[in-house]
């Protein structure tokens, strides 16, 4: 989608370590969000911040953090507590109350 | 908590034929309903959404979708498939209090030359 860039495209993760995805707007939507999207379970939430400074855990937080320290920049890290980390990471934002979520490209994660 | 079910994994058409790819909700209060399709290794791109108002409501790529508040459904439809349409679907909602998205499991719409 024009405006999000999330990077990289594909990323490889070794045991016990620890990666951050990266999502990136020009878009000035004050809320943005991370889903995980597994083969036949659709897209699950796992954290969202509606404003600078402030995020939520969705459904999915645990192994995973996040920080909003920009309006632009909401990274991911996929922590080493994550035991099941393979699967496509979606980055969205959205401006007004009515607008729908406008979607990044993805992230494909696998461990080596 | 508001949820979504897309009861088809798969739905097949032949081309020129209608589609439908259904989606049933459940919200408390007044529903957001969405529409979203996905290309392999892309992101989701919005087709439509409904509101509030006319319960037929048009969207992107000649994709309709009829908000049924009785029988809590927002079916996907459109008159004529194209091979270009074979992709994955989603319906997503949320509720009136500006909560994230609640996406279905998806349905892969294959259209058949």
């Known amino acids: 989608d024009g405006g999000i860039t999330q990077s990289p495209k594909y990323l490889f993760r070794k045991e016990g370590q620890n990666v951050t995805l990266s999502c990136e707007q020009n878009?000035?939507?004050?809320?943005m969000y991370w889903y995980r999207q597994d083969p036949g379970q659709g897209l699950r939430l796992i954290y969202y911040?509606?404003?600078?400074?402030?995020?939520q855990k969705g459904d999915i937080a645990e192994g995973y953090s996040v920080s909003r320290e920009k309006k632009e920049s909401f990274p991911l890290t996929v922590t080493s507590a994550q035991k099941n980390p393979t699967a496509f990471y979606l980055c969205?934002?959205?401006?007004?109350?009515?607008?729908?979520?406008?979607f990044g490209d993805g992230t494909r994660l696998s461990i080596l | 908590a508001q949820s979504v079910a897309q009861p088809e994994d798969q739905v097949k058409v032949a081309e020129g034929n209608p589609l439908t790819v259904k989606c049933t909700y459940s919200?408390?209060?007044?529903?957001?309903l969405f529409w979203y399709v996905q290309y392999p290794n892309r992101g989701l791109q919005f087709l439509l959404k409904?509101?509030?108002?006319?319960?037929l409501v048009k969207g992107s790529y000649g994709f309709e979708a009829e908000f049924n508040k009785s029988q809590t459904s927002f079916h996907l439809k459109k008159p004529s498939a194209l091979v270009s349409d074979s992709a994955l679907y989603f319906c997503?909602?949320?509720?009136?209090?500006?909560?994230?998205?609640?996406f279905g499991k998806g349905t892969r719409l294959s259209v058949i030359a």
């Open positions: 969205a934002t959205k401006t007004e109350f009515n607008q729908p979520q406008h």
């Open positions: 878009l000035n939507h004050d809320a």
């Open positions: 911040s509606q404003i600078v400074n402030d995020f």
């Open positions: 919200v408390s209060g007044n529903p957001y």
């Open positions: 409904y509101i509030t108002g006319d319960n």
């Open positions: 997503a909602v949320r509720d009136a209090g500006n909560t994230p998205l609640v």
